[in-house]
T-cell receptor
């Protein structure tokens, strides 16, 4: 059974710092891996999707990496801003439509 | 596009009552997903549809839960009868093929 873990559960850093969020999974046979952002009282917004055959994806200040052999993914946020404050969720694709979710990391960027 | 639309945004009901949650997916999307999010269990996929047909409902917790998609632009998730443990945020999401899923704002359900 695929299990997805995100550590830490919460993270607070000063504005401007670069930071890394971690996601680990137990079964390397994945279809894809996605990182989402959730703001309080709102839905989820997809940030990056990495296909099983890919190693990383980049979008602006965000870079996500995937290492299937070690069962790990990281989300790197460069030059953090207060607007980056949110909960970040990692979701592993068991198939092309079924996602297994981590519990999320709550990120607070202090001005 | 207005994105995925869900209604109501908040629902408070008493145990035993019927609850109906509604979702309008993004036009042109052929997949629709219903999720439930709680503090204890996180996000869980309840059911998903492809071209209005239910494909996998293995996440539906009990027979009290049912979902329909009568057409490409509308889906409902019904709980009858509702119980306090059904209290959660219910999300609807849609996608085109196996691309990114777009989520609605969610319905916060409280069953007293």
């Amino acid at each position: 059974k695929q299990e997805v873990t995100q550590i830490p559960a919460a993270l607070s850093v000063p504005e401007g710092e670069n930071l890394v969020l971690n996601c680990s999974f137990t079964d390397s046979a994945i279809y894809n891996l996605q990182w989402f952002r959730q703001d309080p009282g709102k839905g989820l917004t997809s940030l990056l999707l990495i296909q099983s055959s890919q190693r990383e994806q980049t979008s602006g200040r965000l870079n996500a990496s995937l290492d299937k052999s070690s069962g790990r993914s990281t989300l790197y946020i460069a030059a953090s801003q207060p607007g980056d404050s949110a909960t970040y969720l990692c979701a592993v694709g068991r198939s092309n439509y079924q996602l297994i979710w981590g519990a999320g990391t709550k990120l607070i960027i202090k001005p | 596009d207005a994105g995925v639309i869900q209604s109501p945004r908040h629902e408070v009901t008493e145990m035993g009552q019927e609850v109906t949650l509604r979702c309008k997916p993004i036009s042109g999307h052929d997949y629709l997903f219903w999720y439930r999010q709680t503090m204890m269990r996180g996000l869980e996929l309840l059911i998903y549809f492809n071209n209005n047909v239910p494909i996998d409902d293995s996440g539906m917790p009990e027979d009290r839960f049912s979902a329909k998609m009568p057409n490409a632009s509308f889906s409902t998730l019904k709980i009858q009868p509702s119980e306090p443990r059904d209290s959660a945020v219910y999300f609807c999401a849609s996608s085109f093929g196996d691309n990114t899923q777009y989520f609605g704002p969610g319905t916060r359900l409280t069953v007293l």
